[in-house]
C-alpha cells in the first residue's frame, strides 16, 4: 500500500495518538488549575478576601439555602460585580484565543500562526480607537466592542476576498493577505492614535491596543461566551476534517474531503470567533501560539483530544496572566498584552530554532 508522507513535518500527524500523560488526568488537572487559578483571581486585589468566603458568596448566590450569609453586603458586590465577571471572561477569552489558536495552525499548516495573523484584530482595533479617539456614544456602553466587532467584521471581508482567486484559497494568500491586512490597519489606528488633540483618549486607545479587562460587566460575557461554545462545539464535531488537514491537501483530497471549501468555512469560523473575542479584550497576543504546542506533547495531536485540552490550558494561562498583571505593580494595572507578549516571544524564537533544526 501506497504511504502517504505529509508535505511538511511541521506539523505532527498523530491522529488519536496517545500522550505521555493518560489523557483524563490531563484534563482533569487542567480544570483543576482553571479552578485553582479562578479562586485567586476573584480573592486577590485591593481587598483581599479568603478563599473559603469566596466560594461561600458564589455558593450562596447560586442557591441561597446553602450557605447562610456572614460577610459584609460590600463584599459580596466585589466578588459577584466586579471580579467574577473578570475572570470568566478572562477564561472565555483565553479559552477562545487558545481553541483559535490550534485550528489555525491546522488550517494554515504552519506551527507558527497566531490568531491576530488573520488581521482581524487589526480590524477590530481600528473600530475601537474610532469610538475612542472620536468619543463615539450612540450605543452607549456598548458602542465600543459593537465598533470593534465591525471593524473585525470588515477586515474578515477584506483578507477573504483577497485570498480568494478563482474562486479557490490557498494557505498562501490567506496568509499573505492577512499579514497584509494587518499592517495597514494597524497603520491606520496608529494615525488615529497620533492625531488624536485629546492625549487622554489617545492613552485610552493605546492601552486598549495592548490587550486588558479591566471594567468588565456581566453585560460583555455573554456574547464572546456564547461565540466560543458555540465555535469550539463546532469545531469539535470538525475533529477528522482538522486532522485530515494536518496530512497535507493532496492525502486531506484523496480522503474526500473538499479542502477549499472547508478552508473557506474554517477561517470564516476561526475569524468571528476572534472578532467576538478581541471586541472585548483588545490584542492579546501569543496564547493562541504558544498554548497549542503545549497541549500537543501532552495528548497529541488528535484535535478531538487536544480541543478542549487546549481550552482548559488557555483559560487557566489567561486568568493567572490577569492576575499577575492586577498584581505586579498594584494599585497600577499592566495591560495583559505586554505580559504575553513577555512571555510569548521568548517562547516564538525558540520554537523557530526548533523547526529551523528539524
Same mark, same amino acid.
Given at each position: 500500500?501506497?504511504?502517504?508522507?505529509?508535505?511538511?513535518?511541521?506539523?505532527?500527524?498523530?491522529?488519536?495518538?496517545?500522550?505521555?500523560?493518560?489523557?483524563?488526568?490531563?484534563?482533569?488537572?487542567?480544570?483543576?488549575?482553571?479552578?485553582?487559578?479562578?479562586?485567586?483571581?476573584?480573592?486577590?486585589?485591593?481587598?483581599?478576601?479568603?478563599?473559603?468566603?469566596?466560594?461561600?458568596?458564589?455558593?450562596?448566590?447560586?442557591?441561597?439555602?446553602?450557605?447562610?450569609?456572614?460577610?459584609?453586603?460590600?463584599?459580596?458586590?466585589?466578588?459577584?460585580?466586579?471580579?467574577?465577571?473578570?475572570?470568566?471572561?478572562?477564561?472565555?477569552?483565553?479559552?477562545?484565543?487558545?481553541?483559535?489558536?490550534?485550528?489555525?495552525?491546522?488550517?494554515?499548516?504552519?506551527?507558527?500562526?497566531?490568531?491576530?495573523?488573520?488581521?482581524?484584530?487589526?480590524?477590530?482595533?481600528?473600530?475601537?480607537?474610532?469610538?475612542?479617539?472620536?468619543?463615539?456614544?450612540?450605543?452607549?456602553?456598548?458602542?465600543?466592542?459593537?465598533?470593534?466587532?465591525?471593524?473585525?467584521?470588515?477586515? !474578515?471581508?477584506?483578507?477573504?476576498?483577497?485570498?480568494?482567486?478563482?474562486?479557490?484559497?490557498?494557505?498562501?494568500?490567506?496568509?499573505?493577505?492577512?499579514?497584509?491586512?494587518?499592517?495597514?490597519?494597524?497603520?491606520?489606528?496608529?494615525?488615529?492614535?497620533?492625531?488624536?488633540?485629546?492625549?487622554?483618549?489617545?492613552?485610552?486607545?493605546?492601552?486598549?491596543?495592548?490587550?486588558?479587562?479591566?471594567?468588565?460587566?456581566?453585560?460583555?460575557?455573554?456574547?464572546?461566551?456564547?461565540?466560543?461554545?458555540?465555535?469550539?462545539?463546532?469545531?469539535?464535531? !470538525?475533529?477528522?476534517?482538522?486532522?485530515?488537514?494536518?496530512?497535507?491537501?493532496?492525502?486531506?483530497?484523496?480522503?474526500?474531503?473538499?479542502?477549499?471549501?472547508?478552508?473557506?468555512?474554517?477561517?470564516?469560523?476561526?475569524?468571528?470567533?476572534?472578532?467576538?473575542?478581541?471586541?472585548?479584550?483588545?490584542?492579546?497576543?501569543?496564547?493562541?501560539?504558544?498554548?497549542?504546542?503545549?497541549?500537543?506533547?501532552?495528548?497529541?495531536?488528535?484535535?478531538?483530544?487536544?480541543?478542549?485540552?487546549?481550552?482548559?490550558?488557555?483559560?487557566?494561562?489567561?486568568?493567572?496572566?490577569? !492576575?499577575?498583571?492586577?498584581?505586579?505593580?498594584?494599585?497600577?494595572?499592566?495591560?495583559?498584552?505586554?505580559?504575553?507578549?513577555?512571555?510569548?516571544?521568548?517562547?516564538?524564537?525558540?520554537?523557530?530554532?526548533?523547526?529551523?533544526?528539524?
Amino acid at each position: 500500500m501506497t504511504k502517504i508522507a505529509p508535505s511538511r513535518p511541521s506539523a505532527p500527524v498523530v491522529v488519536g495518538g496517545r500522550g505521555r500523560v493518560p489523557y483524563t488526568l490531563v484534563l482533569a488537572v487542567l480544570a483543576v488549575a482553571v479552578v485553582a487559578a479562578a479562586t485567586a483571581g476573584v480573592a486577590v486585589g485591593s481587598v483581599r478576601l479568603p478563599f473559603g468566603e469566596v466560594w461561600a458568596i458564589v455558593l450562596h448566590r447560586l442557591y441561597a439555602p446553602l450557605v447562610e450569609p456572614t460577610w459584609a453586603p460590600v463584599r459580596e458586590t466585589i466578588v459577584m460585580d466586579v471580579r467574577v465577571p473578570r475572570i470568566l471572561l478572562c477564561g472565555v477569552v483565553g479559552a477562545g484565543l487558545s481553541v483559535c489558536g490550534m485550528a489555525l495552525q491546522a488550517l494554515v499548516r504552519n506551527p507558527l500562526a497566531d490568531p491576530m495573523l488573520l488581521g482581524v484584530s487589526s480590524g477590530a482595533t481600528v473600530g475601537a480607537v474610532v469610538v475612542m479617539v472620536f468619543n463615539v456614544s450612540l450605543l452607549g456602553a456598548f458602542s465600543l466592542p459593537l465598533a470593534a466587532f465591525a471593524g473585525a467584521f470588515a477586515a !474578515l471581508v477584506l483578507v477573504y476576498f483577497l485570498a480568494r482567486t478563482g474562486g479557490r484559497m490557498t494557505t498562501v494568500r490567506l496568509v499573505l493577505s492577512g499579514v497584509a491586512t494587518a499592517e495597514v490597519l494597524s497603520a491606520v489606528a496608529s494615525y488615529l492614535i497620533v492625531t488624536s488633540n485629546d492625549p487622554h483618549k489617545a492613552d485610552s486607545a493605546l492601552r486598549w491596543m495592548l490587550g486588558g479587562l479591566a471594567g468588565t460587566t456581566w453585560d460583555l460575557v455573554w456574547i464572546p461566551a456564547a461565540a466560543v461554545l458555540l465555535g469550539t462545539g463546532v469545531l469539535l464535531g !470538525l475533529g477528522r476534517p482538522l486532522n485530515l488537514l494536518l496530512a497535507g491537501e493532496e492525502a486531506a483530497a484523496a480522503l474526500g474531503l473538499n479542502v477549499h471549501r472547508f478552508r473557506g468555512a474554517l477561517f470564516a469560523l476561526v475569524a468571528l470567533m476572534i472578532g467576538a473575542i478581541v471586541a472585548v479584550s483588545g490584542s492579546i497576543g501569543f496564547v493562541g501560539l504558544m498554548l497549542p504546542h503545549v497541549v500537543r506533547l501532552l495528548v497529541g495531536a488528535d484535535h478531538r483530544r487536544a480541543l478542549p485540552a487546549v481550552a482548559l490550558l488557555g483559560a487557566a494561562f489567561l486568568i493567572a496572566a490577569d !492576575l499577575a498583571a492586577r498584581s505586579v505593580i498594584a494599585p497600577e494595572e499592566i495591560p495583559i498584552g505586554i505580559l504575553t507578549a513577555l512571555t510569548g516571544g521568548p517562547f516564538f524564537l525558540w520554537l523557530m530554532r526548533r523547526r529551523a533544526a528539524r
